[in-house]
């Protein structure tokens, strides 16, 4: 089951990868999907939700499909009823022969007047409800502090916890049930961030932070993606976000604050001398270590994500070296170089960014 649904990775990333993550086909998504809710052993990790704005699992996106059922409500009855209006005047008044000039009515004061007043009122109770709407999903903010501030990059995320300091890439954490702040930024382009069962879609703006509050009512993995173009590996700019209970959530947390062990081991420490010497450490950082580069994502816990490069591959270790080897080739363009290590040194570092946990 696992293996199958990788070499089906493969193939999607070489076929239509992108137009997977981009338009969430479901021809392509489902071998994507369950093979990243299987841990590397094959053990069920958490409950993917549907990536779908119909299955809303906030009350802010609730309250944005209730607005989309009303307006398509209001939407079918005057398409319904001009239409067989149409249809009825058609048939019914059509020129039959021998017959002269139709009637030429000059005016009706009563029809006009009626005419104007109900698209006025329909567009009145549109206005209202979109700005109920409004005020629902995307309340004042007044506190400046978010609970998470977002920061997009061409192409990954980076997500910094103000409150306990934890900073981590690709992969959010939240906990069930709490109104959250998100502030969005961006470090280089406007990106967009959007998961589509838990809210808004809101753009994320170099030097114009926007803010998105977000109370997941239900746990399990929610996928969202980059919703403007943003580059060449726009289409690979995939967003996890991993609701969990509070317990589970703290315990997330308290586990990013810690500083994992030295791995041991001869690859791992190889591993981690190849590391320094080999200008990683210009581009991540790793925590107690000499490695303080911020180009790409932090590397202190990246065994304990599920994915790497934003969603573009699953986090194992056969993954992880192939990564390492070409980046260029899972994600052409992306702005991590190919350095040209051997298979060996590959694995090697392989080994000792898998024990980061
Ligand atoms: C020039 C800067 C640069 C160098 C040098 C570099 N990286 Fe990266 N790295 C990046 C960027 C940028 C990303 C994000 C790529 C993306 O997803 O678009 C990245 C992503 C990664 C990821 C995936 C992280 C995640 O959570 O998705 C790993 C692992 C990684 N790099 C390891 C390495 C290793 C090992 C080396 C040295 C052999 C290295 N990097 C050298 C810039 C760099
Ligand atoms: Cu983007």
Redesign the pocket.
């Known amino acids: 089951m696992y293996w199958e649904g990788r070499v089906l990775i493969s193939n999607n990333l070489q076929m239509h990868g992108k137009t997977c993550l981009v338009h969430n086909s479901t021809a392509c998504a489902p071998a994507l999907f369950d093979v990243l809710t299987e841990d590397t052993q094959g053990q069920p990790r958490m409950k993917l939700q549907d990536t779908s704005v119909f299955d809303a699992n906030s009350p802010q996106a609730r309250a944005i499909l209730h607005l989309f059922y009303f307006d398509l409500a209001i939407s079918a009855v005057i398409f319904l009823t001009v239409a067989s209006l149409v249809l009825y005047a058609v048939i019914r008044f059509r020129q039959r022969p021998g017959e002269g000039e139709p009637f030429q009515d000059p005016g009706n004061p009563k029809l006009e007047t009626l005419w104007t007043v109900i698209p006025a009122l329909i567009l009145l109770a549109l206005l209202v409800a979109t700005a109920y709407t409004m005020r629902v999903v995307n309340p004042p903010v007044i506190r400046s502090d978010p609970n998470v501030a977002v920061i997009a990059?061409?192409?990954?995320w980076e997500y910094r916890y103000p409150h306990s300091g934890v900073l981590t890439?690709?992969e959010l954490h939240m906990p069930l049930g709490k109104k959250w702040l998100l502030r969005l930024e961006s470090a280089d382009v406007i990106h967009d961030f959007w998961v589509p069962g838990l809210g808004a879609k809101v753009d994320a703006i170099p030097g114009h932070p926007n803010y998105l509050w977000l109370t997941p009512s239900k746990t399990g993995v929610y996928l969202g993606t980059c919703a403007e173009f943003c580059g060449e590996?726009h289409a690979?700019?995939g967003i996890r976000v991993i609701v969990q209970s509070s317990e589970e959530f703290e315990a997330w947390q308290q586990s990013q604050l810690r500083v994992p062990a030295k791995p041991t081991g001869v690859e791992a420490e190889r591993g981690a001398r190849?590391?320094e010497e080999?200008?990683?450490m210009?581009?991540?950082t790793i925590a107690d270590t000499k490695a303080r580069?911020t180009?790409?994502?932090d590397?202190t816990h990246?065994g304990d994500?599920q994915?790497?490069?934003?969603g573009?591959i699953p986090n194992t270790l056969d993954q992880?070296t192939k990564?390492?080897m070409d980046?260029q080739k899972i994600?052409p363009g992306?702005?991590?170089?190919s350095?040209k290590?051997t298979e060996s040194q590959a694995h090697d570092?392989a080994v000792y960014?898998e024990a980061l946990k």
Do not use: D, Y
């Not at 990059?153 to 990954?156: D, L, P």
């Not at 994915?307 to 934003?310: E, H, V």
């Not at 992306?334 to 170089?337: E, F, L, S, Y």
């Open positions: 990059h061409q192409w990954w890439a690709n590996e690979l700019m190849l590391f080999r200008t990683c210009n581009c991540h580069g180009v790409g994502p590397l990246v994500r994915t790497l490069g934003s573009a992880l990564w390492i980046p994600k992306c702005n991590m170089p350095l290590l570092i960014l």
